[in-house]
């Protein structure tokens, strides 16, 4: 007779494996949408995030280029000239940068960035415009500290405006949050609040999981000893001040080497559903159940011609009202495909649908935007192997 443990252990397995749903793939080779580069002069271009730079109306891109070790902004140049290379600025040289995003840390009304560093640089900087000129500094508590993967700018304890909720991997790593002091422009006064350990964040996205108007963070972490989808419940501003600690929430992939993840309503119940793409190939979609709890479905990838998984994102790219998914790929090697789309039918299997075709290995994150103003939705993206570069493609629904 099996003992008690191991009986419980089987009724585990066997609720686990009710609760997901695997969702064949059928694939539909398609002629690959047109690929407009932003910029292609560096190398290793590692993520694309957005924000209105120049307070034009229209949504910009930062990007740290980990190779060519530069942070790059680019001004969208509206619809009429999206085709051509964007104007660029460098904001700061910085060695193994893998985040960038956009931030107003210091409350004047304008973006500056903030930059994270992997390898042996292992530091947080700032990049601001001091006198008209660039400047890149270091924020002293998160300097040859950790290797910083992904970083959100968002006001934690309401007070001294924007804070920045950070992840990591590696050794030490961790999700933590580094609170503003009185005054932004003194960097030694900011202070590291440690969250949770981690094994490799892949996402931190900001969401109001609970209802209770402040953003929880949902993440992704695909190493350590507890991979999978997690969210983690903001206690509010007071409790924040006094450095309390983040419920953690399973939502989902656990035991997956997750990767990059999304959050959107992908069957039109009104809830937050979470994606994620997973290694070696799948996309596992987390449905919220009304009455609380989660819901997997996994799609199942022939994976002949593709890459391994590295990044899912909920769009309507057909404009038929069904959310569909993005996806990329790394390693997209022989000929095999980096980025492709999947269509989301009524009544039906999910259709993987050609985008990039066989060009590019590595790609990155995605962010979607109308660019040449036709009404649908494009998707921007990176490659750092094939040195594409920060390039957006044109759907061809229009």
């Known amino acids: 007779m099996k003992s008690p443990s191991l009986l419980l252990l089987g009724i585990l397995s066997s609720s686990l494996a009710a609760a997901t749903v695997s969702e064949d793939v059928i694939s539909d080779p398609a002629t690959p949408w047109s690929r407009h580069t932003i910029d292609n002069t560096s190398r290793g271009a590692d993520g694309v995030k957005l924000g209105d730079f120049n307070d034009d109306g229209l949504s910009d891109i930062v990007t740290g280029w980990e190779e060519g070790g530069v942070v790059r902004v680019y001004a969208n140049p509206g619809p009429a000239k999206a085709r051509e290379p964007w104007p660029q600025t ?153 450095h309390a600690a983040w419920k953690e929430h399973v939502i989902g992939a656990l035991g997956k080497e997750v990767m990059f993840a999304d959050i959107g309503d992908v069957n039109g119940d009104g809830l937050a559903d979470v994606v994620v793409a997973a290694k070696p190939v799948e996309v596992v979609i987390c449905l919220r159940k ?33 959310p569909d998914l993005f996806f990329t790929c790394e390693n997209a090697k022989a000929g095999r495909e980096g980025i492709v789309w999947l269509e989301q039918q009524r009544g039906g299997p999910w259709k993987q649908h050609t985008l990039g075709g066989p060009e590019g290995v590595k790609f990155d994150l995605m962010q979607t935007l109308d660019l040449d103003g036709d009404g649908d939705l494009d998707v921007i993206t990176c490659e750092e192997r094939d040195q594409l570069g920060v390039v957006w493609y044109e759907n061809p629904r229009r």
């Open 90 to 242: 460098t904001v700061g040289e910085v060695k193994n940068v893998e985040e960038a995003i956009f931030a107003d840390l210091d409350g004047d009304g304008r973006l500056e960035i903030v930059s994270g560093t992997e390898g042996k640089t292992r530091t947080l900087y700032w990049h601001r415009r001091v006198e008209g000129q660039w400047c890149t500094d270091a924020f002293p508590a998160a300097k040859d500290t950790q290797m910083w993967m992904q970083a959100t700018a968002l006001d934690l304890d309401g007070q001294h405006g924007i804070d920045l909720l950070l992840a990591s991997k590696g050794e030490g790593a961790a999700v933590g949050w580094l609170q503003s002091p009185a005054k932004a422009d003194d960097l030694a006064a900011w202070s590291y609040h440690k969250l949770r350990d981690a094994g490799w964040l892949m996402s931190v996205i900001p969401h109001d999981m609970d209802g209770d108007g402040d953003d929880d963070a949902v993440i992704s972490d695909r190493k350590g000893r507890r991979p999978g989808v997690f969210w983690l419940e903001n206690p509010g501003a007071t409790a924040n001040r006094g």
């Open 290 to 322: 009304a009455g609380g709890g989660w819901q997997e479905h996994v799609l199942a990838f022939d994976g002949s011609n593709l890459g391994d998984a590295k990044a899912a994102k909920i769009a309507d790219v057909n404009g038929d009202a069904l």
